[in-house]
């Protein structure tokens, strides 16, 4: 159940209001169709996500299990580097302090992990990390539980921005969520020095989203 909540689009840590980089593809006219946002966002899902953020989630969970702090820290910053845009950066900041204060008023993380976690310019993934490790869920379900947010949250901006009917956008989540096993156990498999964070076209395009004259989304 704790993990079925952090997955749900009603929590209050804003994913809703990003598109990380959709809206500016659609506003290029790389992305114009339902197909072509299917194959955009299972690119992103694999080429980005997983070699990226969720691979820093594999990392972090056990870390905060273990109260390893100066790993934490280590990953968060990591998060923090390698965003490739001033509004990618500022999305995971964003919502890294609104799960924060989440957390605080939830009763699953200790006092003061909630407080190390503060302690930081708090990231999205790592926070995420927190309240899953909290739960004493399996590793896989954790990860599985962050993809599928991600997911319902990208399915909804092609909604939105395409612009796609509602049974357009469940037949991209189904072709997502049939991919996202493979991601993260590709995620769970990556060593430090084989993560990485280089998406061009995504950062050529978030840059070109933060002067975009018309947009629905903060990035």
Known sequence: MQLMWLASPALPIGGFSYSECLEAAVDTAR???????????????????????LAVVAKAVPAWQRNDLPRITELNAWV????????????????????????????????????????????????FALAASACQ??????????????AENMVQAAIKSVPLGQSAGQRILSALTAEIPAAV?????????????????????????EVQYSRLFRS
């Not at 950066?89 to 503060?118: C, D, K, P």
């Open 137 to 150: 869920a399996p590793l896989r379900d954790c990860l599985l539980t962050y993809t599928f947010g991600w």
């Open 31 to 53: 992305v114009a169709t339902e197909s072509g946002a299917k194959e955009w966002l299972l690119d992103q899902l694999h080429l980005s996500l997983a070699r990226g953020d």
């Open 185 to 209: 156990d590709h995620a769970i498999s990556l060593a430090d020095c084989e993560r990485q964070a280089f998406s061009p076209m995504l950062a050529i395009l978030s840059a070109q989203h």
């Open 80 to 127: 923090l580097q390698t965003r490739e845009s001033s509004e990618l950066r500022a999305q995971a900041e964003q919502m890294g302090r609104s799960l924060l204060e989440w957390l605080r008023n939830h009763t699953t993380a200790r006092t003061e992990q909630i407080e190390a976690l503060a302690a930081l310019q708090p990231t999205y993934p790592v926070a």
